[in-house]
């Protein structure tokens, strides 16, 4: 089937900089989109989501949007701290469906 | 409010042994997933249920894979017998209705050897 890509493996950003993660999907027919955070040993942790009839979403220091003409999804974590290193994973998927997950962007967060 | 619960964190096994997971899913969550998170990877979909049907086994391997949710709240994962490339974390989600949003367990580290 279909699945979630992400674009970079891993992103290492200094403290207090702002961290972009990329995710390029391919099932036109998602309406759901979502980020997760899994650290070490734990299981993914949601931080945001969007549906397809919205372009953006903010939360507390993140952001997501949603381009649908390049099936492109991104997470923009502002004023990065080290506990936000961790593996960030998008997922896509349709009410009530299970969700397709990408292999996972690795965040290192330097002090 | 208490978040998904999953038992036994840690299994070690032999190939061709069996093992079982279990998983208790946030109070009121009707809609309950099994994912097999291979190291490096994101989860993929085990199966789906809703209450105590199954919506969704497409991607369960039948021949050794066994799921079941009797009363609608907890569920159990079965594998027998287990293979080496079964070596995974098996992860337990929820999500309540009408919501998408699944929230999940901190899994079950499963090595086969």
């Known amino acids: 089937g279909e699945s979630v890509g992400l674009h970079l493996p891993t992103l290492s950003v200094q403290e207090g900089d702002n961290s972009i993660i990329n995710c390029a999907y391919s099932?036109?027919?998602?309406?759901?989109f979502i980020w997760y955070k899994q650290e070490s040993g734990k299981g993914p942790q949601f931080i945001i989501d969007?549906?397809?009839?919205?372009d953006k979403r903010q939360g507390q220091r993140v952001t997501v949007l949603l381009n649908k003409t390049v099936k492109h999804l991104s997470l923009q974590i502002a004023a990065t701290q080290p506990g936000d290193s961790a593996v960030y994973f998008c997922?896509?998927?349709?009410?009530?469906?299970?969700?397709?997950f990408g292999k996972g962007t690795t965040l290192s967060v330097s002090s | 409010e208490a978040g998904v619960a999953q038992s036994p964190r840690y299994k070690i096994i032999e190939k061709r042994q069996s093992v079982a997971f279990w998983c208790n899913p946030i109070?009121?969550?009707?809609?309950l997933y099994w994912y097999q998170q291979i190291l490096g990877q994101g989860p993929k979909l085990l199966i789906q249920?809703?209450?105590?049907?199954?919506?969704?086994d497409s991607q369960l391997p039948k021949d050794r894979f066994s799921a079941e949710r009797l009363k609608g709240v907890d569920s159990t994962l079965k594998i027998q017998p287990a293979k080496l490339e079964d070596s995974a974390v098996y992860l337990c989600?929820?999500?309540?209705?009408?919501?998408?949003?699944?929230?999940f367990g901190p899994g079950t580290r499963l090595t086969v050897l």
């Open positions: 997922a896509e998927g349709q009410a009530g469906t299970a969700l397709i």
């Open positions: 249920f809703q209450n105590n049907g199954v919506v969704d």
């Open positions: 109070s009121g969550h009707a809609t």
């Open positions: 989600a929820s999500s309540p209705p009408p919501t998408d949003t699944q929230y």
């Open positions: 969007i549906r397809s009839n919205m």
């Open positions: 099932n036109s027919a998602s309406d759901y």
